[in-house]
């Protein structure tokens, strides 16, 4: 007589992928929901006009003879060397583009999370919080470095390409590890400052305004201060004087502000410090009711 | 039979707030119902073996194998959460497959198994539609889709039913005990008893955040013979309705409630009264408007046993 056997559970023995990157499908998530907000896609591709205005400056400095009339007294300008990429990384319009970027495309990234009380789902997955915070950050990795990496590496190639020699290159081998450097610290920045931002409410429009008032905000209030204690050092209270100290530093140019450059080094990393402490208090999947 | 789930001396509480209180339980394969009502404990124990929550007190394992911060062990389990909990902006599709990324399989294994659960559930012609527009029943049935596209071994379900139309209440039911049969470790909350009753005879009655009693359906509806039943009739003539009635042994009391069109009888032999009521309201051409059962819930069952 055959033994009767308890029926039990099978589980799906077919090979799974090596889970090598579980943040992964965030990030691809948090980046396909960005691209499909249309005023998302016009404010990103209006993202790159500084990038093509420098592009532009580099056509024009090669060709300065064709340009006389055009290009006057600008020339100076158009001396290309770090000086010039230090521009374009530091200048006002890059950084406040890079914050509209973030504020339409990366505001909801956690925020959204909270209000639909999708925590839950992810952390009943094989899935830990850091897989899920380091997903949360590439979307922003993705977004900066397509805006500040790529555009720089692509400068300097253009440059040897108009020049036509490499000489650019060797005059100033270390160029291209300094825009690797300071997009490296822009990513690393953004992604704790939004995601900071984005996991203080349920609702992503709050966060689009934090993220703009807070980056507005330090600087009208470097600009107050200023005035009434007359010294360079308010302008660590400014988030994007100290991006603009520490993209000079790295860049190896004088320092717009008579600070040492390690100051505004520190409070950028006292900013993320902060951030990953509240992040890891805020990241939990269960609403706390106290 | 060796417990799936197991949790010993289980407490949790959010500040000052008990969550869960000495729970120590173990279940079984098979389905078991997790009953009890609003703000009982039922989600914060749900929510401690699926390992979102750290105890305060106490351990929980999922086959042998500690639960909280040991994220491979969720690998096979598949959890309904109570509330929606999706983006609203993805369709059912893209919901699906960008979970089932989360588990490592293959492309093709990933749409396969997204449309095996979405045709289980009965969404594969809605699986295009963003979940904006589904309605409350889809959107219960998609969170129960998620829960067992990865085919776990064991379903946790935080009040499947709650929300659905009758006809959606019976296909999920059916579902469930698909389940059982397929050998699955089934662990269902509910706060209403015909439910859980339709699902298993295996139920955990959970309380201000301790176990009240647990075993089968015939032990919990012991409980609730030995408490009479409420029964509100709302007729044209409640007096009449009274005087027919009055007579009647298995009737403990009868009032009039403030709107003096409504009967409120107590009876330990309900379908006794339902019986003489229709013939009543036949006989007599006694105008019924609404019968009701203020206490035929669990509600009403815990009082009476915490009141024990």
Redesign the interface.
């Given at each position: 007589m055959a033994t009767v056997r308890e029926k039990g559970y099978s589980h799906w023995d077919g090979k799974l992928g090596e889970r090598r990157f579980p943040w992964w499908p965030i990030t691809r998530t948090g980046i396909q929901l960005a691209f499909r907000k249309k005023r998302f896609k016009f404010v990103f591709a209006g993202a790159f006009v500084p990038a093509f205005v420098f592009l532009v400056g580099l056509y024009v400095s090669e060709r300065l003879e064709d340009f006389k009339s055009f290009v006057r007294e600008s020339d100076r300008l158009l001396n290309i060397g770090p000086k010039y990429f230090s521009a374009y990384f530091t200048n006002d319009s890059l950084l406040f583009l890079i914050v509209l970027v973030l504020a339409f495309g990366a505001a909801g990234l956690i925020a959204d999370d909270i209000k639909h009380s999708s925590l839950q789902l992810y952390f009943s997955r094989p899935l830990s919080k850091t897989d899920y915070l380091l997903g949360k950050m590439s979307v922003i990795f993705f977004f900066v470095l397509i805006l500040t990496a790529l555009p720089g590496l692509v400068l300097v190639i253009f440059k040897l390409i108009f020049a036509g020699s490499f000489k650019f290159f060797l005059d100033y081998p270390w160029l291209p590890l300094s825009i690797l450097g300071y997009s490296a610290l822009l990513t690393v920045f953004f992604a704790f400052y939004v995601l900071l931002l984005s996991a203080l409410s349920k609702n992503a429009r709050y966060v689009i305004v934090l993220i703009f008032g807070i980056y507005i905000f330090s600087n009208v209030l470097y600009g107050i201060l200023n005035s009434i204690f007359r010294t360079p050092y308010m302008a660590l209270f400014s988030v994007s004087a100290n991006l603009q100290q520490a993209g000079a530093f790295i860049f190896g140019q004088k320092l717009p502000q008579a600070v040492p450059a390690g100051w505004s080094f520190l409070v950028l990393a006292g900013i993320c410090v902060l951030a990953a402490v509240v992040l890891n208090r805020k990241i939990r999947s269960v609403e706390v009711i106290k | 039979m060796t417990a799936v789930i197991a949790a010993s001396n289980l407490s949790k509480w959010?500040?000052?707030?008990l969550g869960l209180n000495d729970v120590s339980l173990e279940v079984e394969?098979g389905i078991t119902g997790l009953l009890g009502p609003n703000g009982a404990g039922k989600s914060t124990f749900m929510?401690l073996i699926?390992?979102?929550?750290k105890p305060n007190i106490g351990t929980v394992t999922v086959r042998g194998q500690k639960v909280w911060?040991n994220?491979?062990?969720?690998?096979?389990?598949g959890?309904c959460?109570e509330?929606?909990?999706?983006?609203?902006?993805?369709t059912g599709w893209e919901f699906l497959t960008?979970?089932l990324?989360?588990?490592?399989?293959?492309p093709a294994?990933i749409r396969e198994r997204a449309a095996r659960a979405l045709d289980i559930v009965d969404l594969a012609k809605d699986k295009d539609r963003l979940i904006r527009g589904y309605s409350r029943g889809m959107r219960q049935r998609v969170k129960v889709a998620?829960a067992i596209a990865h085919?776990p071994?064991i379903v946790i379900l935080d009040e499947p039913l709650s929300g659905l139309d009758p006809l959606g209440k019976r296909k999920l039911i059916k579902l469930i005990k698909d389940f059982k049969?397929?050998?699955?470790?089934v662990l269902v909350s509910s706060h209403v008893l015909p439910e859980i009753e339709a699902l298993t005879s295996r139920i955990v009655l959970v309380h201000q955040g301790k176990i009240l009693a647990q075993g089968d359906i015939p032990y919990i509806r012991e409980l609730i013979e030995a408490h009479p039943h409420q029964i509100s009739v709302r007729s044209s003539d409640p007096r009449a309705l009274a005087a027919r009635f009055l007579g009647d042994r298995s009737i403990q009391k009868m009032t009039f409630a403030a709107d003096g069109r409504t009967l409120v009888v107590e009876t330990h032999k309900r379908d006794d009264f339902f019986g003489r009521l229709t013939g009543v309201v036949l006989e007599d051409g006694i105008e019924v408007e609404e019968i009701s059962s203020p206490d035929d819930n669990l509600q009403a069952v815990f009082e009476y046993l915490v009141g024990k």
């Open positions: - | 959010y500040g000052n707030v394969e929510k699926t390992g979102q929550m911060n994220p491979e062990v969720f690998s096979g389990i959890f959460p509330n929606d909990v999706f983006y609203e902006d993805v960008g979970l990324r989360f588990y490592g399989y293959a294994e998620q085919d071994e049969s397929e050998g699955r470790t």
